[in-house]
């Protein structure tokens, strides 16, 4: 039933990921409502066990029974087996210009930003890492993530998406397109 879902989906990607550390317990995803320029982010967050989340008919139910004017999303924030918390780097890129990713490399480590998975979400580039982080470490990344936007230029990172996300204490993109915010769903984009 693995065709069910794009093969270009983000989900592959954190498969993999879940599949070659069997410390990974349980994975965070909320329901959330967009609503443009606000500082309150609406959520139903939730946890998937990893049995659950390496099923992949279960993920295509999540996928497709997201609640109406809402989108699923996946969040950085990763219980594993010891019950501690990790974060896997997330960035929501301010456009789909794959110049962006390009000069990410001045800024964030290369053993970071090498492991990245870039998505092409519509209007922005989505970026999965593939390292865990401590909460410290993801915090320091967060704050990397808006120094690389600099003083009069168009940023590169999204810097609404990373208030939201410290205010929140942690990551999360979008993987459906139930809404009209939207304009599609996203799918990997290769670099070359």
Request: net charge negative; no cysteine.
């Amino acid at each position: 039933m693995s065709e069910m879902i794009n093969p270009n989906h983000p989900y592959w990607q954190f498969r993999d990921l879940v599949t070659s550390d069997p410390r990974v317990f349980e994975l965070y995803f909320s329901h959330y409502f967009y609503r443009p320029n606000s500082i309150i982010d609406e959520r139903v967050v939730f946890s998937v066990s990893r049995e659950d989340f390496l099923s992949d008919e279960y993920v295509y139910s999540l996928i497709n029974n997201v609640p109406k004017n809402y989108e699923l999303a996946i969040h950085s924030n990763i219980k594993i087996e010891s019950g501690e918390i990790v974060h896997l780097p997330m960035i929501d890129l301010s456009s789909a210009s794959k110049a962006l990713i390009n000069r990410l490399s001045d800024f964030l480590e290369p053993e970071i930003l090498s492991g990245f998975g870039w998505y092409n979400s519509g209007r922005s580039f989505h970026g999965y890492g593939s390292k865990f982080l401590s909460f410290n470490e993801w915090t320091s990344f967060m704050g990397t993530l808006l120094l690389v936007n600099q003083k009069n230029m168009n940023p590169i990172v999204d810097p609404r998406w990373i208030g939201h996300r410290l205010i929140a204490r942690y990551s999360a993109l979008r993987w459906t397109k139930g809404t009209e915010q939207y304009l599609r769903v996203p799918e990997k984009v290769l670099l070359v």
